[in-house]
């Protein structure tokens, strides 16, 4: 395979996604981005530089024949057994490619067998839920095969006007109805916007190694959702206080070792900011 053939070339797989699509979104204009959805959209099916794949059912072997990515990003859900079984053929793929990158997306729930601290990029994860081990298998693989092609993109609560978390939270205020929050649970969080500059920048500059894609500062799980609530200011959600411990655990992942340009970092207050500037100015309009 002739390398110039895949020099700006970006594979996205689960760019249907929420943060997929962010950053297609914002990669697009800049590089030869293709993506993958799983679901059946109809806005993707005719679309030339989206592959259908879903990751229990398809190999992705042919899709990587076929585009030729030089950074192949993975942000997709699905089966946990499937998708290590699928990173081992990007290894396959990567290791035939010395200039080829994996840029895999992880989670803050690899630390989530300790609690007594924030997780930074070079401690040992210790993790207790099924989630937080599939991810420590799958950061062990690509560590293992590829040390020096692996990005290693471990992530909070990824927040958004859009998000999953928001869109609940908004019904639940409409309809006053319970929300969950984790009084004891010390977070940090980001937005998806934020996280796509974040990616460009690291595609941008080559970049390797492991990254937190976190605020730099922390905030209890309650505390965070009762301001974006009163910022938002329609009726006041059910807020559900939710305890798994009477003293404060961390469920936050920090940036120390390996923090990018002050531009593309982020505190809670810009996240809360963010996660409110649509509904105030729909306000302002009014």
Same mark, same amino acid.
């Given at each position: 395979?002739?390398?110039e053939?895949?020099?700006?070339?970006?594979?996205i797989?689960?760019?249907?996604g929420?943060?997929?699509?962010?950053i297609?979104?914002?990669l697009?204009?800049y590089?030869?981005?293709?993506?993958?959805?799983?679901t059946?959209?109809?806005?993707y099916n005719e679309n #030339?530089?989206?592959y259908? !794949?879903c990751?229990?059912e398809?190999?992705i072997?042919s899709i /990587?024949?076929?585009?030729k *990515?030089?950074f192949i990003?993975v942000?997709l859900?699905?089966n946990y057994?499937?998708?290590?079984?699928?990173l081992?053929?990007?290894?396959?793929?990567?290791?035939q490619f010395p200039?080829s990158r994996?840029?895999y997306?992880?989670?803050s729930?690899i630390f989530?067998g300790?609690?007594?601290f924030?997780?930074?990029?070079?401690?040992?994860?210790?993790a207790?839920?099924?989630f937080?081990?599939?991810?420590?298998?799958a950061e062990k693989i690509? #560590?293992?095969?590829l040390? !020096?092609?692996t990005?290693?993109?471990r992530?909070?609560?990824? /927040?958004?006007?859009?998000? *999953?978390?928001?869109i609940?939270l908004r019904?639940?205020?409409?309809h006053?109805a319970?929300?969950?929050?984790?009084p004891k649970?010390?977070i940090?969080?980001i937005?998806?916007?934020?996280?796509?500059?974040q990616?460009?920048?690291?595609?941008?500059k080559?970049?390797?190694g492991i990254?937190?894609?976190a605020s730099?500062?922390v905030?209890h799980?309650?505390d965070?959702f009762?301001?974006?609530a009163?910022?938002?200011g329609?009726k006041?959600p059910?807020?559900?206080?939710?305890y798994?411990?009477?003293e404060d655990l961390?469920r936050?992942?920090l940036?120390?070792d390996?923090k990018?340009?002050?531009a593309l970092?982020?505190?809670v207050?810009?996240?809360i900011d963010?996660?409110t500037?649509?509904e105030?100015i729909?306000?302002?309009?009014?």
């Amino acid at each position: 395979m002739n390398t110039e053939t895949i020099h700006n070339r970006i594979l996205i797989l689960g760019a249907s996604g929420f943060i997929g699509n962010a950053i297609y979104k914002d990669l697009i204009s800049y590089f030869d981005v293709f993506g993958t959805y799983c679901t059946q959209h109809s806005e993707y099916n005719e679309n #030339q530089v989206f592959y259908k !794949f879903c990751v229990e059912e398809d190999s992705i072997s042919s899709i /990587l024949k076929e585009v030729k *990515p030089r950074f192949i990003v993975v942000s997709l859900s699905g089966n946990y057994i499937d998708r290590l079984n699928m990173l081992q053929d990007l290894c396959l793929y990567a290791e035939q490619f010395p200039e080829s990158r994996i840029l895999y997306f992880s989670s803050s729930e690899i630390f989530d067998g300790q609690r007594n601290f924030p997780g930074y990029e070079y401690d040992k994860p210790v993790a207790e839920s099924r989630f937080g081990k599939f991810n420590i298998a799958a950061e062990k693989i690509l #560590q293992e095969q590829l040390p !020096f092609q692996t990005v290693i993109l471990r992530l909070p609560l990824v /927040l958004g006007v859009n998000s *999953p978390t928001l869109i609940q939270l908004r019904q639940s205020m409409k309809h006053h109805a319970v929300f969950e929050v984790f009084p004891k649970h010390i977070i940090s969080v980001i937005t998806e916007d934020k996280i796509a500059q974040q990616i460009h920048y690291i595609v941008n500059k080559n970049l390797t190694g492991i990254f937190h894609l976190a605020s730099n500062d922390v905030i209890h799980h309650d505390d965070l959702f009762t301001e974006i609530a009163a910022k938002i200011g329609r009726k006041m959600p059910i807020f559900k206080s939710v305890y798994s411990s009477n003293e404060d655990l961390y469920r936050a992942i920090l940036p120390r070792d390996n923090k990018l340009p002050e531009a593309l970092q982020i505190n809670v207050s810009e996240v809360i900011d963010a996660c409110t500037l649509k509904e105030e100015i729909v306000t302002f309009k009014n």
